[in-house]
């Protein structure tokens, strides 16, 4: 009886099928270069093990708010940016009244209502993937506290309509831009309106620039609004080890990291280049670190990639993403291997 409302929920599954080649998770396909993991190692000595981790981030606080160039107390940190999106759909607004999220995208706002038992109103966007001005009207019509805009979008790729994200900021609604992918991306960032309005958020993450690991996400707000999302926060979610990796890795290791970023940026261009050429698969643009292509058969060619060594993330079974999957750019020789084996499964099925 106690566990009634666990036992509705499913539990949230990634692929974990070892494969030579991951391209399932958005990871950044680089690990970090000997030189910083051997500072890393130095820092991590120095941890006095037996202590609690500073509850203010305060070193790493500096250096983040330097890299976005914003203040020190527009930030709050999360363990992941998955947990700021707990952290909000549990505090903000009333948890009677429902939040909201354009459908395909990112399942974590719909896991994390549906863990507190908070209501959800899905919407649709258009056959681009694009925001639609009457969806997010009727949306809003039916008392929604807060609407999730993950721009650029997970699993689609694509930026929505900044017009649109803006119309929402002037409604009565608290707006939560998640700009995990922004970096891949040449559009806006939405970082500076967050900082004059009291109605808007954006949320950044480490996860897909190359420190999934260390599991860091970052709000940035109006300092006011900061301040009170802050006091909903656990004291110690992140971690000494996580502090002290952040802070050598956003020092010492900036350049890489950009350098990094570009790579992949390049690397996508190519590889959507190459699949345009493939007439059985439509590419859909994008400005993140993967790409979503629709196919004749989702599942049958996400099966014979797995078999072999390519490991893609299968989107089949999400309403509106019928036969797509989604491909995470990997090492130039990694991509190779994907297209070729792309290739030869559709020459021998289709
Ligand atoms: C990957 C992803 C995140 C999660 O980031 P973490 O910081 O690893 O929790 C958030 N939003 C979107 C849209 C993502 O794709």
Do not use: W
């Not at 966007?125 to 929604?144: S, Y």
């Not at 599991?215 to 502090?243: C, H, S, W």
């Amino acid at each position: 009886m106690f566990l009634n409302r666990l036992k509705k929920l499913k539990s949230y599954k990634t692929e974990t099928t070892p494969c030579k080649v991951k391209l399932s998770s958005n990871e950044l396909p680089f690990d970090l270069p000997e030189d910083l993991k051997e500072k890393i190692s130095k820092e991590i000595r120095k941890i006095p093990f037996q202590r609690y981790p500073d509850p203010n981030i305060t070193e790493l606080r500096e250096i983040l708010a330097d890299i976005y160039g914003v203040n020190e107390n527009n930030l709050v940190f999360g363990n992941g940016s998955d947990e700021l999106i707990q952290l909000l759909i549990n505090t903000i607004g009333d948890l009677k009244k429902p939040i909201a999220y354009p459908i395909p995208t990112f399942p974590m706002y719909q896991v994390s209502a549906d863990t507190i038992g908070r209501d959800k109103v899905e919407f649709r966007l258009n056959e681009n993937f694009d925001l639609v001005k009457g969806e997010i009207d009727k949306a809003l019509e039916r008392n929604v506290d807060i609407i999730f805009y993950a721009s650029p979008n997970n699993p689609t790729g694509n930026s929505f309509n900044s017009d649109l994200i803006r119309y929402t900021v002037d409604q009565n609604v608290f707006v939560v831009v998640d700009e995990a992918y922004i970096d891949f991306s040449d559009k806006k960032s939405f970082l500076n309106e967050a900082l004059n309005e009291d109605n808007l958020v954006v949320l950044r993450t480490m996860s897909k620039i190359g420190l999934a690991s260390i599991r860091l996400g970052v709000l940035i707000a109006r300092e006011d609004i900061a301040m009170e999302i802050n006091k909903g926060r656990l004291p110690f979610n992140i971690t000494y080890p996580t502090q002290v990796i952040a802070k050598v890795v956003l020092t010492e290791g900036l350049d890489i990291i950009r350098e990094n970023i570009n790579r992949i940026k390049i690397e996508r261009d190519k590889l959507i280049n190459e699949l345009s050429k493939i007439n059985e698969i439509k590419v859909y643009p994008s400005d993140a670190n993967f790409i979503l292509i629709k196919t004749p058969n989702g599942d049958l060619i996400h099966r014979k990639l797995i078999e072999k060594g390519v490991l893609v993330r299968n989107m089949s079974h999400i309403p509106y993403m019928e036969n797509c999957l989604r491909v995470s750019i990997g090492k130039p020789e990694e991509n190779e291997i994907f297209i070729e084996s792309l290739r030869e499964v559709i020459k021998e099925n289709f």
